[in-house]
């Protein structure tokens, strides 16, 4: 329950204490006294999003501060456990808002985050106004408006529907890739078929190069070769050398050491001339080559450079893009093996949501006849017993909230087609439509104190009164806030508030004051006769009162 609104330095409000009590708590007041500021103030407090210029002109800080009563087993509770706040049975909220727009909350005296204000007012507060008829009225709202009426959990069917969707894209996605790389299986199997049938390895231009050109120049340099070959051989300067050390070795006995020093030069030499015609030979033998094995190198060296250049790639890195294509189309056949598995998968997920958003149905058809009784209890004591409320459902393609469409319609009289309520009724019976759906509404939340802005606008007479003692009778169980233009509604509050504005020194003010008897009867005269206040309307103040 909301026992006290306090507010320093808002809009029009210098300084204004409000305590508020159980029942049904009536605002009125002549139009632009300031009946909307104290919503938006309050709004402020509960951090709801509105206006951004509400600091009073000249004042350096405005502040709204709201006490609420909460039970220990209030939902508010919970939420104040969570953010380890120690229960207490009084809930303080305050808020501040500089003339730059900074703003800055508090609950219990601990500075905290607008949100979480936010987050506590669903619980707190419940606001029925006159701006939100539109919405009741706009059908594609319906479905939100009953599942909260029946308080229904939609968190299950949206995971639900979000994991078809998430297995549905990556299904899409997999299957357009498959696709793609079908286009290209053909250029995948014969380049790899290709790159096999060579198996080129890294190094092997190189190495094919440097035999290529040197079978190319062997020939010339055979020739030379072979002259030096001949030219160290026994036929010339072995030979020769061979003759010289016989001829040293025969003459040495005859003049004793002095030969020993040339022989055995000799002979290191004749040791070398074998090293050297040895080596002259295994060359020559190296270059000993058939013509085809030219032509064979040849061949080889070009088909790897073309593969090279076909793909735009280092001759080295062959081997490396011949794996990397074969895993090319061993993906092709696990994106097979992939799709198979994630059409498993969304198979199952659609079953999982198909159970859940046909209990969600069957959940949303019961509380659709709930409401539709609701409605016929609320409707009666409005003063439209012979009218019926429908809430009809129809398949749609499946979503997020379910695969059902919810449309209000209504019919005036029994036997009259229904159709939508703003099509149907009438200006007066539409806002006795309203109003009684806001009450099947505003029931679901206990606890929570309700407030209805002019929610009355648009009927008089009896049925202003009718609406004034549903909201007096539904104020038995809750806490009602009710700014009213109607005296036959004020005359139903168990509270009665005024509103007035004065201007002093060129300076608005609003202020609430709480009437007495005598002062509630001038203000429902007023109501009723305007400024000037007779006798006559007086009397049917007292007896508006009285009833």
Same mark, same amino acid.
């Given at each position: 329950?909301?026992?006290?609104?306090?507010?320093?330095?808002?809009?029009?409000?210098?300084?204004?204490?409000?305590?508020?009590?159980?029942?049904?708590?009536?605002?009125?007041?002549?139009?632009?006294?300031?009946?909307?500021?104290?919503?938006?103030?309050?709004?402020?407090?509960?951090?709801?999003?509105?206006?951004?210029?509400?600091?009073?002109?000249? =004042?350096?800080? /405005?502040?709204?501060? $709201?006490?609420? +009563?909460?039970?220990?087993?209030?939902?508010?509770? &919970?939420? !104040? %456990?969570?953010?380890?706040?120690?229960?207490?049975?009084?809930?303080?909220?305050?808020?501040?808002?500089?003339?730059?727009?900074?703003?800055?909350?508090?609950?219990?005296?601990?500075?905290?985050?607008?949100?979480?204000?936010?987050?506590?007012?669903?619980?707190?507060?419940?606001?029925?106004?006159?701006?939100?008829?539109?919405?009741?009225?706009?059908?594609?709202?319906?479905?939100?408006?009953?599942?909260?009426?029946?308080?229904?959990?939609?968190?299950?069917?949206?995971?639900?529907?979000?994991?078809?969707?998430?297995?549905?894209?990556?299904?899409?996605? =997999?299957?357009? /890739?498959?696709?793609? $790389?079908?286009? +290209?299986?053909?250029?995948?199997?014969?380049?790899? &078929?290709? !790159? %096999?049938?060579?198996?080129?390895?890294?190094?092997?231009?190189?190495?094919?190069?440097?035999?290529?050109?040197?079978?190319?120049?062997?020939?010339?340099?055979?020739?030379?070769?072979?002259?030096?070959?001949?030219?160290?051989?026994?036929?010339?300067?072995?030979?020769?050398?061979?003759?010289?050390?016989?001829?040293?070795?025969?003459?040495?006995?005859?003049?004793?050491?002095?030969?020993?020093?040339?022989?055995?030069?000799?002979?290191?030499?004749?040791?070398?001339?074998?090293?050297?015609?040895?080596?002259?030979?295994?060359?020559?033998?190296?270059?000993?080559?058939?013509?085809?094995?030219?032509?064979?190198?040849?061949?080889?060296?070009?088909?790897?450079?073309?593969?090279?250049?076909?793909?735009?790639?280092?001759?080295?890195?062959?081997?490396?893009?011949?794996?990397?294509?074969?895993?090319?189309?061993?993906?092709?056949?696990?994106?097979?093996?992939?799709?198979?598995?994630?059409?498993?998968?969304?198979?199952?997920?659609?079953?999982?949501?198909?159970?859940?958003?046909?209990?969600?149905?069957?959940?949303?058809?019961?509380?659709?006849?709930?409401?539709?009784?609701?409605?016929?209890?609320?409707?009666?004591?409005?003063?439209?017993?012979?009218?019926?409320?429908?809430?009809?459902?129809?398949?749609?393609?499946?979503?997020?909230?379910?695969?059902?469409?919810?449309?209000?319609?209504?019919?005036?009289?029994?036997?009259?087609?229904?159709?939508?309520?703003?099509?149907?009724?009438?200006?007066?019976?539409?806002?006795?439509?309203?109003?009684?759906?806001?009450?099947?509404?505003?029931?679901?939340?206990?606890?929570?104190?309700?407030?209805?802005?002019?929610?009355?606008?648009?009927?008089?007479?009896?049925?202003?009164?009718?609406?004034?003692?549903?909201?007096?009778?539904?104020?038995?169980?809750?806490?009602?806030?009710?700014?009213?233009?109607?005296?036959?509604?004020?005359?139903?509050?168990?509270?009665?508030?005024?509103?007035?504005?004065?201007?002093?020194?060129?300076?608005?003010?609003?202020?609430?004051?709480?009437?007495?008897?005598?002062?509630?009867?001038?203000?429902?005269?007023?109501?009723?006769?305007?400024?000037?206040?007779?006798?006559?309307?007086?009397?049917?103040?007292?007896?508006?009162?009285?009833?």
């Amino acid at each position: 329950m909301l026992r006290g609104l306090y507010i320093r330095n808002l809009l029009l409000i210098d300084r204004l204490d409000l305590e508020f009590q159980t029942g049904l708590n009536v605002l009125t007041g002549e139009t632009g006294a300031g009946k909307s500021i104290l919503l938006d103030s309050l709004g402020f407090v509960l951090g709801w999003r509105g206006r951004a210029d509400l600091v009073r002109k000249g =004042a350096d800080r /405005g502040e709204v501060t $709201a006490v609420f +009563d909460i039970a220990i087993d209030h939902p508010v509770s &919970k939420i !104040l %456990e969570m953010h380890d706040f120690a229960h207490s049975d009084e809930l303080i909220l305050r808020r501040t808002n500089s003339p730059d727009g900074r703003k800055t909350a508090f609950i219990n005296d601990r500075r905290v985050s607008g949100e979480l204000l936010r987050i506590l007012s669903n619980n707190l507060v419940e606001l029925h106004g006159q701006h939100d008829d539109r919405g009741l009225l706009d059908k594609k709202v319906h479905r939100g408006v009953l599942d909260t009426f029946a308080g229904l959990e939609l968190d299950p069917v949206s995971k639900a529907w979000e994991a078809v969707q998430n297995i549905q894209k990556m299904l899409d996605t =997999a299957r357009i /890739g498959l696709e793609k $790389a079908k286009v +290209d299986v053909d250029f995948l199997n014969h380049s790899v &078929k290709e !790159l %096999e049938d060579l198996a080129p390895e890294p190094g092997e231009e190189v190495v094919l190069d440097s035999k290529r050109r040197l079978m190319r120049s062997a020939e010339k340099v055979r020739e030379n070769i072979s002259k030096a070959s001949h030219a160290l051989g026994l036929d010339a300067a072995e030979g020769a050398m061979m003759d010289a050390l016989r001829w040293l070795e025969t003459s040495s006995n005859s003049i004793e050491e002095r030969l020993e020093e040339p022989i055995a030069a000799l002979m290191r030499s004749a040791s070398e001339l074998a090293d050297a015609q040895r080596g002259i030979n295994d060359c020559l033998r190296s270059l000993d080559f058939d013509a085809s094995d030219l032509e064979e190198a040849e061949e080889r060296l070009f088909a790897i450079r073309d593969l090279a250049r076909k793909h735009n790639i280092l001759s080295d890195n062959l081997a490396e893009f011949t794996d990397e294509l074969r895993g090319q189309l061993e993906a092709i056949d696990n994106r097979t093996e992939q799709i198979a598995g994630l059409e498993d998968e969304l198979s199952k997920a659609n079953f999982v949501y198909k159970r859940i958003s046909d209990k969600l149905t069957v959940e949303r058809q019961k509380a659709a006849a709930e409401l539709d009784n609701s409605m016929v209890s609320e409707l009666k004591p409005l003063k439209m017993e012979r009218a019926v409320f429908k809430t009809q459902m129809t398949d749609i393609a499946a979503g997020a909230n379910g695969c059902d469409m919810v449309a209000f319609t209504v019919a005036t009289n029994p036997g009259a087609e229904f159709g939508p309520i703003e099509k149907i009724a009438s200006g007066g019976e539409l806002s006795r439509f309203l109003l009684a759906l806001k009450i099947c509404l505003a029931r679901q939340n206990e606890g929570v104190t309700l407030i209805f802005d002019e929610i009355d606008r648009g009927v008089g007479g009896a049925t202003a009164d009718a609406v004034g003692r549903r909201l007096a009778a539904l104020a038995k169980s809750a806490q009602i806030l009710a700014v009213t233009h109607s005296p036959q509604v004020a005359a139903q509050g168990a509270h009665h508030w005024q509103v007035s504005k004065t201007v002093v020194n060129e300076v608005t003010t609003s202020t609430v004051v709480k009437l007495n008897d005598e002062e509630r009867t001038k203000e429902i005269a007023r109501m009723l006769a305007g400024d000037v206040i007779t006798l006559e309307a007086e009397a049917a103040a007292r007896v508006l009162l009285q009833r």
